[in-house]
């Protein structure tokens, strides 16, 4: 009774990853093209999706797209830091990241559209430290992180179909 009541409740398991046609097998993840004023944001995202495919489908990556089955594109449309948390001398303490990404998962040998979403957005908080003798800038490894989040979800989005 309880196998057939879970069987029934609309759980799936979540390492089946059926939403990429069988005959991809290598994906091509050309640099994001960036289109804001943070150089440092196209090698971090990029590299995290590649990795984030590595680790969790079969798939391979290719470095070049003529040998891929599929492509997946990203354009960095928008990065922006808002201070969220302010102290008394008008000093941010507490920032969020916004990252818009225009992304395009295509499939090469049948010619069409997998994925696409033109603005994925994701967000990463980051804290400053009140302490001069702490000043660290927390913004690179925030990105990373967010990065890392774009990543998961993004291939998350497409390996099971969301």
């Known amino acids: 009774m309880v196998i057939l009541l879970h069987g029934a409740c609309g759980y799936r398991m979540s390492a089946r990853y059926g939403a990429l046609p069988g005959h991809i097998t290598t994906i091509a993840v050309p640099s994001f093209d960036n289109k804001t004023m943070n150089f440092a ?30 492509v997946l594109q990203g354009t960095i449309t928008g990065y ?9 001398q008008n000093v941010g303490t507490s920032f969020l990241i916004t990252l818009r990404v225009k992304i395009l998962f295509s499939d090469r040998r049948e010619n ?45 989005t497409i390996l099971e179909d969301f």
């Open 41 to 70: 944001l196209s090698a971090p995202l990029t590299q995290a999706v590649k990795r984030e495919f590595i680790e969790r489908s079969a798939c391979r990556i290719a470095s070049d797209e003529a040998e891929a089955d599929a």
């Open 80 to 88: 922006s830091v808002t201070p969220i948390a302010i102290k008394r």
């Open 112 to 156: 069409r559209v997998i994925y696409s979403n033109p603005s994925f957005i994701l967000r990463e908080e980051y804290i400053l430290s009140e302490r001069n003798i702490d000043f660290y800038v927390e913004e690179g490894p925030a990105i990373e992180r967010a990065a890392q989040a774009f990543a998961d979800r993004l291939v998350t």
